[in-house]
């Protein structure tokens, strides 16, 4: 089967496309989205959600959902969902299998082949954690690409034959990622990347949720403590009025009340986008530090920038098209939906390792994004001192590589070396991120400086094979860094398919009904009592259309309940909802 998937997994929301016959095409999740929440939940009867329907049980029981788990991923970090504990790979994976069966029921048969996207700025111990959630929901994952180079794949593969410079300004819910790109004869190729793995449209929303419970006299902190569902009640209404005000100058905040309850007489805040804007600019100013840098790994002024692209949800803001445009003197462009387009220029990527016949004649190269090197010891003269970092492979070097750099032995007799291994850019190894180590044995006996030459070798998925060879013997050593403990091993990941396949899941065909019975109890808490009323009838109609399973009643009190929600909830912060 050479049908692969591209696939973004994102910090707030994913999304999974394909390359057809038109290009590069979206396929829609078991709502109908285009994209789907990146949250998991369990519900009441134990049952695991994924998606729009946990991300609405996370409003009124937190405690029963996880989301932005991405930030952990590559980390120790456990996340605990109704009591039970998870890894970050097994919650990303639960968002991955909910993709495949998306798309599984999209082609009516099997999939299994993905192309999936992670944050340039991911280190490879993320990139691991990644493979390892793709493994975990039964993807075989043929490549891992960054998220700005797919975003550029996608405006490239629009454009061929262009020749241009690209910057790719990546803000999303979580990370943000900048990228200088270079697109020339059907070739397109990262320059440099940079970014910060924890900067993104939730500290927005957590900003305004800040200043208007500072407003009232309350820390944000102090509520956070004391009431998870006050806050993430507040969340969700700043999240919303966040959104609208994109769009409009003033939006409405309600504020629960201490228990977390919408009470009659419960403060209504009015935030302007003045207001807004004034809230968030400390924090959207760390964008600039990262673009300064990838310009200057670039080395390109910002006059060399032919074009600027906006990717990620939270580049629907006014300010930051503006921020943007004032730090690189051009206007920037998002001609291509920005929540969707990596996930496009995933797809267009699936396409190639598919051997699609569209794509052909399109070359992507990558970059390297941290040093990679080792530690060594520097004799300066007066005395020996260990723990410098020696680089073998630069950043930004163009990937695949090959490099090989020679060492030799300290002391007269010296028959083993170790050699450890750290990616990052500091002088000092241990201020980088370590890697692994091996020995290498059986130097000859003799005077000191032996050499040794190692060579690393990363591929495309930033994976790093590392080898050691004693020159007097040619005899080498292959340390993989992949097989190494920093990711999950084959047998951890077994056991973690084996207990994923022991949760209980909705039937696919019930996952619309789940979602609307969530959201009408999220927004029944919501109502002044006497809509509450109207709704209530409306609920009760809808459960005992479930209980009596004609799916044609279902349907239409189903219908009924959406009509309700749609008039109520119509600005909500629908992420498929706001395309301009
Ligand atoms: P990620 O790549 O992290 O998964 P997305 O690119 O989907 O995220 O962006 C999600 C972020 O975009 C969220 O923080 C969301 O609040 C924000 N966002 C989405 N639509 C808008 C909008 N119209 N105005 C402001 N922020 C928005
Ligand atoms: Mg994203």
Redesign the pocket.
């Known amino acids: 089967m050479n049908l692969v998937i591209g696939i973004d997994l ?4 994913s999304a999974a496309a394909f390359l057809g016959p038109d290009g590069a095409q979206i396929i829609p999740n078991a709502l109908g989205d285009r ?1 789907t929440p ?1 949250v998991v939940g369990v519900d009441e009867s134990g049952t695991v959600l994924v998606g729009a329907a946990a991300r609405e049980l996370q409003v009124l029981r937190p405690e029963r959902c996880a989301g932005l788990f991405k930030r952990y991923m590559g980390t120790d970090r456990k996340l605990t969902v109704a009591g039970r504990t998870f890894i970050p790979e097994e919650l990303s994976g639960l968002v991955l299998r909910s993709l495949k069966a998306d798309a599984e029921a999209f082609f009516g048969h099997p999939v299994s082949r993905a192309v999936i996207t992670v944050p340039a700025y991911f280190n490879d111990r993320q990139r691991k954690a990644t493979i390892a959630a793709g493994k975990i929901a039964g993807w075989t994952v043929e490549r891992i690409l960054n998220e700005p180079t797919a975003a550029a794949i996608a405006y490239g593969f629009h454009e061929a034959g262009a020749d241009k410079k690209l910057l790719v300004f990546d803000l ?4 943000f990622d900048v990228s200088v790109v270079e697109l020339f004869e059907g070739t397109l190729e990262v320059k440099a990347s940079s970014g910060e793995s924890a900067l ?3 500290d927005f ?1 957590r900003a305004v949720a800040a200043r208007v419970l500072l407003g009232l006299g309350e820390s944000f902190e102090q509520v956070e403590a004391r009431s998870p569902k006050r806050v993430s009640r507040l969340v969700q209404q700043c ?1 919303r009025a ?2 609208a005000l ?1 769009r409009d100058v003033v939006a409405a905040v309600r504020v629960p009340a201490p228990d977390g309850e919408f009470k009659p007489g419960t403060p209504q805040v009015t935030v302007t986008r003045e207001q807004l804007e004034a809230w968030v600019s400390p924090t959207l100013a760390r964008i600039e530090l990262p673009i300064r840098r990838v310009l200057g790994d670039a080395r390109l002024t910002r006059d060399q920038i032919d074009e600027v692209i906006l990717v ?3 580049t ?2 006014p300010l930051v098209v503006n921020r943007v445009a004032a730090l690189l003197g051009k206007e920037p462009r998002c001609r291509l939906n ?2 969707e387009v990596v996930a496009l220029g995933a797809a267009v990527q699936a396409g190639l390792v598919g051997r699609a016949a569209a794509v052909e004649d399109l070359v992507v190269t990558d970059v390297a994004p941290f040093t990679l090197g080792v530690e060594i010891s520097k004799d300066l003269g007066a005395e020996v001192r260990d723990g410098y970092f020696d680089p073998v492979i630069d950043r930004n070097t163009t990937i695949p590589v090959s490099r090989v750099k020679r060492y030799s032995t300290l002391v007269p007799n010296q028959r083993m070396i170790r050699v450890k291994v750290y990616q990052g850019e500091s002088r000092r190894a241990d201020e980088n991120l370590s890697l692994g180590e091996f020995e290498v044995r059986g130097i000859p006996p003799g005077p000191a400086n032996q050499p040794v030459d190692i060579r690393f070798t990363y591929d495309l998925n930033g994976v790093l094979e590392i080898e050691a060879t004693v020159v007097a013997t040619g005899k080498s050593v292959t340390h993989v860094i992949a097989k190494h403990a920093q990711g999950m091993t084959e047998s951890e990941i077994r056991a973690a398919v084996a207990a994923m396949a022991k949760l209980k899941t909705h039937p696919r065909d019930e996952e619309a009904n789940r979602f609307v019975l969530l959201r009408a109890e999220r927004v029944f808490e919501e109502l002044p009592s006497e809509l509450r009323d109207v709704l209530g009838r409306l609920l009760d109609g809808f459960e005992a259309a479930l209980a009596g399973q004609d799916p044609a009643v279902i349907a239409r009190h189903r219908e009924a309940l959406e009509r309700f929600l749609a008039a109520y909830d119509a600005d909500g ?1 629908d ?1 498929n909802g ?1 395309d301009e």
């Open positions: 994102g910090t707030t929301n994209l990146s999303g819910g979580g990370t993104g449209g939730e929303t999240e966040k959104c994109s990620g949800g939270a629907r803001m920005p929540d912060a992420p706001g």
